[in-house]
């Protein structure tokens, strides 16, 4: 019988993990075998708490609570800090019993050291972290270059405005009320004559209608100007917010009506479509309110339409361009197609590679950032096009959430 007991003591205290007994007060009964600094004999008789911290005496007294309530073992992972200094880490299972007459017993807990698995999970965490922050910085750069091609397409609107409001002022009708001011002071002495006698002063008031109303047209053209300005101003400051967010892995999603994305975005272009004699075509369904992120869209949508513009510069007859929305299901499909240049079939495979661009000064930031735009809103960006000269089609999918 001694013998026996020897054998089971000796083969608890190489079991492989550690074996705890308490009674029902948490007060250590039995232990296997210590490690790590720890004295058995002071171990046993001690409080099981005092080893743990608050946070980790919590987990334990809400894990035995639930073994006594359910009757079944319970797992969980655990740390102690022992006196060797270095944390270790256990896989913990407790077992409520019962003592004597029904009542309420302590607990057996079997501690399997997990510490190595720890550190190596904890190592790799660490290394992800760096990735993640080095694919950060990546993203940076790669953001910083999407928002200098974005604002490039916006600016490029904005210059051909202000040309637009500079070919206007140098054509003003102001120096011909200028000229009616100056003969009215010239004759403030004998109006009423210079008007009824004078040939000059006869026509006077027929010039004053027509300066009107050259002024009257001249003033709501520059208006249309300025209106336009300031809106790709805004644009191009929502761009900067809408990167910056981005940086910060924000995403700016909103309820929108996306026909009203579209109108915003060809409106950039007017100017442009206007110069180049190009005929717009729009097929676009009012599909009412969708969440979407709205700079992000028209980034991408301005993007598509700039390079479908500059498509058509090589085409000498009739220049289309056409913008379609439409829906199916779950999916909102914007398309950009153009009669213009045409893409390479053995370019289309790469189209979206970064640093890949079939413009002579192209620097192939353009339609990499728009693709991985389309990828951050969940949706996709695909390119068709015949081969050389023969157009492109591009299409933008995203995902129709209704607010």
């Not at 969980?76 to 409520?96: C, K, N």
């Not at 513009?309 to 197609?337: C, N, P, Q, Y």
Request: proline content about 3%; glycine content about 8%.
């Amino acid at each position: 019988m001694a013998t026996d007991a020897r054998i089971l003591e000796a083969a608890l205290e190489q079991a492989p993990g550690h074996i705890i007994v308490t009674d029902d007060d948490m007060t250590i009964l039995y232990v296997n075998r210590v490690d790590h600094g720890y004295d058995r004999n002071k171990v046993i008789g001690s409080d099981y708490r005092h080893v743990l911290s608050p946070e980790q005496d919590r987990k334990v007294q809400a894990v035995l609570a639930r073994a006594r309530a359910t009757g079944q073992p319970q797992q969980y992972e655990t740390f102690v800090d022992p006196p060797s200094g270095e944390r270790q880490w256990y896989l913990t299972q407790i077992t409520a019993f019962q003592g004597q007459e029904g009542q309420s017993g302590g607990m057996i807990a079997i501690l399997t050291e997990i510490t190595r698995q720890r550190t190596a999970e904890q190592r790799v965490e660490t290394l992800r972290k760096e990735l993640l922050e080095a694919s950060h910085r990546a993203g940076m750069a790669e953001i910083a270059t999407g928002v200098l091609h974005n604002v490039g397409n916006v600016l490029n609107s904005v210059n051909v405005s202000s040309e637009a409001l500079e070919h206007e002022l140098e054509g003003s009708r102001l120096n011909l009320l200028e000229r009616a001011v100056g003969l009215l002071d010239e004759h403030a002495d004998d109006l009423p004559a210079f008007l009824s006698r004078d040939p000059r002063g006869s026509k006077l008031p027929t010039l004053l209608r027509k300066v009107s109303d050259e002024l009257g047209a001249e003033r709501d053209r520059l208006q249309n100007e300025l209106t336009r300005l300031r809106r790709n101003l805004g644009l191009m400051r929502s761009i900067v917010e809408a990167q910056q967010n981005l940086a910060k892995l924000g995403v700016m999603v909103e309820p929108v009506r996306p026909i009203e994305l579209i109108e915003q975005t060809l409106s950039m272009f007017q100017l442009d479509l206007e110069n180049r004699v190009i005929e717009l075509d729009t097929e676009i369904a009012d599909l009412g309110l969708v969440v979407l992120d709205k700079q992000s869209v028209i980034q991408v949508l301005a993007n598509l339409v700039r390079n479908s513009i500059e498509a058509l510069e090589v085409v000498e007859g009739r220049r289309s361009l056409s913008v379609r929305l439409s829906a199916s299901d779950d999916k909102l499909h914007f398309e950009v197609e153009d009669n213009g240049s045409g893409i390479d079939p053995e370019h289309l495979g790469k189209l979206f590679d970064h640093g890949f661009s079939t413009k002579p000064n192209g620097h192939g930031f353009g339609l990499h950032a728009s693709l991985i735009a389309a990828r951050t809103m969940n949706g996709s960006l695909d390119a068709h096009s015949e081969g050389s000269g023969k157009g492109a089609r591009m299409c933008l999918t995203l995902p129709r959430i209704m607010p």
